[in-house]
């Protein structure tokens, strides 16, 4: 990934235009903002730091669990081949996908489900980001990651997660290394929390 690309793209996008009106005067600010639903956008400084972790290559394959606002989308269908992303909240995902296709995006497939499964039909995934907390890494998620490929996600308890790394080398070995704690709305569905 190349980092000064990942810094321009990332301080262009007008983190405005995928929250509401009325906290749009909100969006400077490093903080989650609601984006309706009981859900959030998350915080700039940590999208980044995801972004980095998650290192999406110029012909990476990505998966996306949990779509929101279709912020942190448009930075992975900026840095990759192609995008595939989920969101279990219609509603959310109609609003995002207006959004990147006014940005132009044709490298982004949609879909509204439970992202605990992943989406086999398109896998394996060179990056796959969890932008919600799992209550364990779901089995579903590392068998859908490709030989060579990295995953973040945060797992844990609803108040305070790990942020894990999770690589898997070319001979299908799994590493997961912990990076901070984060704070995230919860990973529901089948693999995640209960509904
Ligand atoms: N990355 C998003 C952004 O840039 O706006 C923020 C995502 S928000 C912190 C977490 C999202 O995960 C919510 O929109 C929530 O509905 C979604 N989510 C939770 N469980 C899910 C599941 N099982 N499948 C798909 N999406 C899920």
Known sequence: MDQQELEAYFCSLD????????????????????????????????????????????????????????????ILAKMSAKVFTVERIEELMEKAKKRLEALKFSNICFKVGDGSKGW???????RIMVTAAARVVPDELVSQLAAGGRMVIPVGPPDLQELQLITKTDDGAIHTNTVEMVRFVELKGQYGWTE
Not at 33 to 62: C, H, N, W, Y
Not at 120 to 126: C, G, I, K, L, S
């Open 120 to 126: 086999p039909e398109y896998a394996p995934y060179d």
């Open 15 to 74: 983190r405005s235009f995928f929250i509401d009106s009325d906290i749009k005067k909100c969006a400077a600010l490093d903080r989650p903002l609601p984006i309706g639903f009981g859900q959030t956008i998350s915080q700039p400084s940590l999208v980044r730091e995801m972004t980095r972790l998650l290192a999406p290559e110029k012909d990476s394959k990505g998966l996306e669990i949990g779509t929101g606002s279709g912020f942190q989308t448009a």
